[in-house]
């Protein structure tokens, strides 16, 4: 669905949202807006091929313009209204009521072979502008009517039994000619032999010489009783489907407004507008019903309201999925504001592989493909937003091309994506994600012994567990998200076991870990994370604590184990809770989390150590545990997340200068979590 150029309609009656319904809409949205944070335009690395292939993580389904459709979906699982989902999509606009009995015009744009065809029925005429008609003689002789364009006129002719078409002399003049029936339903042939039956009347409009176009004019009520079951399934919640039937309305009446004076059309019938099949289509000999008893309902339950934005009908632009974060549009009801409702039903994010062969071919000038290389992004969502520019480098010459133009040449599902040399990024800490296509994993021990990961969903939720390692992990004293420690795109676990030994338990594809490996590392240490890399070496680095209370740092050697390890600091044997966040600070250094009886301390990470400690937190003392996986909530910020003793959760989300924004409480218990990935 895209939108034609806007236009102003007539001033109608608006009946503005109840005071309180207004009130909550008001808070989720300041609470979505909330935490919208604008990210520094910045390229992204270039990223070259592996084995031939890019791989792509994207989340989303369109452009993420105004509403979600699988976000109105979850959202009426979550108790909203259609008129609060509206609000919190369509933010600014308010309710208004139309005429139901006012038409539409639909271009029937299937219809490509430049006559109008229609079948037998009773009651069927036709007639044209100027008031004069003819009604079709019926009988066996009669099998088809058609109204051709020919160079100088139009003429009218059926086709009889023996399959020829025969013209039959009217008094009608050439322009449009209009079919209709008692029944107020016109079966039409089309061109790909398929039947398809439309409500209202269908029209044969000579443009041009040898040109005509098929137009079908209908009440707007029953354009949506096709429309709304074209673009969602109307099994699902039934507020879901009236918050469709309401942006569909919206969205034709200001195509239709915004149609040029003298258009024999007001919407087209596809995706370029919004899809429309009549109310049946046969094909085969089998006919199918276009419309649904739960989509008539909808559209019966919304009678003609719409949203107006002032004087003007909004433009209700909308989408499968936004991936999370609904994207910036050209007007104030369509901002850009994290989804927390988006993938309440479903996962919102997908995998793709491009070969470097398929790039070529799209973007020939290039020559061999080398690199991809994300220029800009739009700065909201995960990744740092949409890909708005992206630069193709090949042997011949480079080229930058727009992420929509990128997206429609290699048929991706959004441009909100993220590139990789055929896995995850090599080295990358944070994120902490065991799937390369989450936002970021919570890492579990459960207290069967297995482990699970809980992927971070948008706005701040947690979806439902994976497990990707079975029994025994109850077994080991420390389990720490190690990031990607070999750099084979996967993120890997370190163990230290009874016996002292650091075990390196390696990402594979298939989203579980290969057997642990020893690291090499007699591990008498009290507490243990991975920092990142510390020192510049693109490896990341083990920080721990031993029993004397000595700080160390162990750098990572890219492969299963260390290259050696220095002493940073004495005195830290009453620093528990050893963390790293990543760069809590935004200072571009990795950094350090303690806890101190019931204060939380941050450590600033400086060129060769960490600063003295900052107190960031004070009475801590009803937390059980602390982890970090990264940005949590998908604003750029890393983010804590605890366990309390009496097993809730909480996101403590950073506000990237060292401190902390407002608690959110995770839902659910978590009584059978034994202990955090670390």
Not at 106 to 134: A, F, M, Q
Not at 181 to 186: D, F, G, L, M, R
Request: charged share 15%.
């Amino acid at each position: 669905m895209k939108s034609r150029l806007a236009a102003v309609l007539g001033t109608r009656r608006s009946y503005r949202l109840t005071r309180a319904v207004a009130a909550l809409l008001g808070a989720l949205i300041l609470a979505a807006l909330s935490v919208l944070t604008v990210l520094p335009a910045r390229a992204d690395t270039a990223v070259s091929p592996k084995a031939g292939v890019f791989t792509l993580y994207g989340a989303g389904y369109g452009h993420g313009w105004g509403m979600s459709q699988y976000g109105a979906y979850g959202a009426a699982t979550k108790g909203l209204t259609w008129q609060q989902i509206m609000a919190f999509y369509y933010p600014g606009t308010t309710l208004a009521t139309r005429s139901v009995t006012a038409t539409i015009r639909v271009w029937i744009t299937e219809d490509t072979d430049n006559d109008l065809r229609v079948l037998p029925s009773s009651g069927l005429k036709v007639s044209d502008t100027n008031g004069h008609s003819y009604t079709m003689p019926t009988g066996t002789g009669y099998r088809a009517w058609r109204a051709v364009v020919t160079s100088t006129t139009m003429k009218l002719q059926y086709r009889n039994a023996d399959g020829d078409w025969v013209t039959r002399t009217t008094t009608l003049t050439p322009g449009t000619w209009t079919f209709s029936n008692t029944a107020k339903i016109v079966k039409v042939w089309l061109t790909d032999g398929t039947y398809r039956e439309f409500r209202g009347t269908v029209s044969g409009m000579r443009i041009g010489t040898t040109t005509s176009r098929t137009v079908n004019t209908l009440t707007m009520e029953q354009y949506l009783q096709s429309v709304v079951p074209s673009e969602l399934p109307t099994s699902w919640h039934p507020e879901a489907v009236r918050s469709q039937a309401v942006a569909a309305r919206t969205y034709a009446a200001r195509l239709q407004a915004s149609a040029a004076t003298g258009a024999t059309y007001d919407v087209c019938d596809t995706t370029a507008c919004q899809v429309y099949k009549g109310y049946a289509i046969t094909s085969g000999g089998v006919r199918t019903l276009q419309e649904t008893a739960a989509g008539n309902a909808a559209v019966s339950a919304t009678a003609g309201r719409y949203l107006a934005y002032g004087s003007t009908v909004a433009l209700t632009q909308f989408s499968s999925s936004n991936g999370g974060y609904a994207a910036q549009g050209d007007y104030p009801y369509l901002p850009a504001h994290p989804d927390p409702y988006d993938a309440v039903i479903k996962p919102n994010t997908w995998t793709a592989t491009l070969t470097t062969t398929a790039i070529a071919a799209a973007y020939p000038a290039v020559g061999t493909v080398r690199q991809l290389q994300v220029l800009s992004r739009d700065g909201y969502g995960r990744w740092g937003g949409r890909v708005e520019s992206i630069k193709i480098i090949g042997s011949t010459t480079s080229q930058t091309v727009t992420g929509m133009a990128f997206r429609t040449k290699l048929a991706l599902r959004s441009t909100l994506f993220t590139i990789t040399g055929g896995v995850g990024t090599p080295y990358e800490t944070f994120p902490r994600r065991y799937d390369p296509s989450s936002l970021a994993d919570l890492l579990m021990v459960t207290n069967a012994g297995n482990l699970v990961r809980r992927p971070a969903l948008p706005g701040g939720t947690l979806g439902d567990p994976v497990q990707i390692g079975t029994g025994g992990w109850t077994n080991f004293t420390h389990v720490v998200n190690a990031g990607d420690w070999n750099g084979d795109g996967y993120q890997d676990v370190i163990a230290r076991t009874t016996g002292e030994r650091l075990l390196l338990y390696r990402g594979r594809s298939t989203g579980g870990f290969s057997a642990g490996v020893d690291m090499g590392l007699r591990s008498n240490h009290t507490e243990l994370t991975s920092v990142g890399d510390f020192n510049g070496d693109t490896f990341p680095d083990l920080v721990v604590v031993n029993v004397s209370g000595n700080l160390y740092i162990c750098w990572g050697n890219g492969s299963t184990g260390f290259t050696g390890f220095t002493r940073l600091a004495t005195g830290w044997g009453d620093q528990k809770w050893l963390r790293s966040p990543g760069d809590w600070n935004s200072d571009g250094r990795p950094d350090l989390i303690t806890r101190v009886g019931t204060d939380l301390y941050l450590h600033k990470g400086t060129a060769t150590n960490f600063s003295s400690p900052v107190r960031i937190g004070t009475g801590w003392g009803s937390i059980a545990t602390i982890t970090s996986i990264g940005d949590f909530d998908a604003d750029g910020h890393a983010d804590l997340v605890a366990k309390t003793v009496d097993s809730k959760f909480r996101l403590y989300p950073g506000n990237g200068n060292g401190g902390f924004l407002p608690m959110k409480p995770l839902a659910g218990t978590w009584s059978t979590v034994y202990a955090f990935g670390i």
